[in-house]
C-alpha cells in the first residue's frame, strides 16, 4: 500500500516539474490589429517570460511587435529570432518596437538572450 502511494505521489510530482517546465503557461494567442496606416501593431510585455507568448500577424502587411520589459533582470533584456537575424536589446519600462518581416508565412520562434524563455510569431 505504501509502495502505491509513494508511486503515485512520484508521478505527481513528475507531472508538476514537466508542467512547470515545457508547459505553455501562457497559451492564448494574440492577433495583431491593422492601424489606419496599414500596419500591424501587437504589444508583448516582458515580465517572467512573454505576455502573449504567441502572436499572430497578416502576411503582407507591415508588423511591429513592441516588446515592453518589465522584467529588471538581465535574463529577459534580450530578445532574439534566430530564424530573422533579430538580437537587440529590450530597454526598461520603455515601448520598443521590432519591424517584422511579414512577407513569407511561417512560424518564427523567439527567445531571451539565453534561450530560456520563448515565444512565437506567426505569419499567416
Ligand atoms: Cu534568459
Known sequence: MTKIIVLLVAAALIDFIVWWFFGNHYQQAVTADVSEQNIQHVQVIVDGGY??????????????????????????????????GINEFLPEQQDHPITIDTSKAGEYDYACGMNMFHGKVIVK
Open 51 to 84: 505576455q502573449p507568448e504567441t502572436v499572430v500577424l497578416k502576411k503582407g502587411i507591415p508588423a511591429q511587435v513592441h516588446f515592453q520589459r518589465q522584467d529588471p533582470s538581465s535574463c529577459l533584456e534580450k530578445v532574439v529570432f534566430p530564424d530573422l
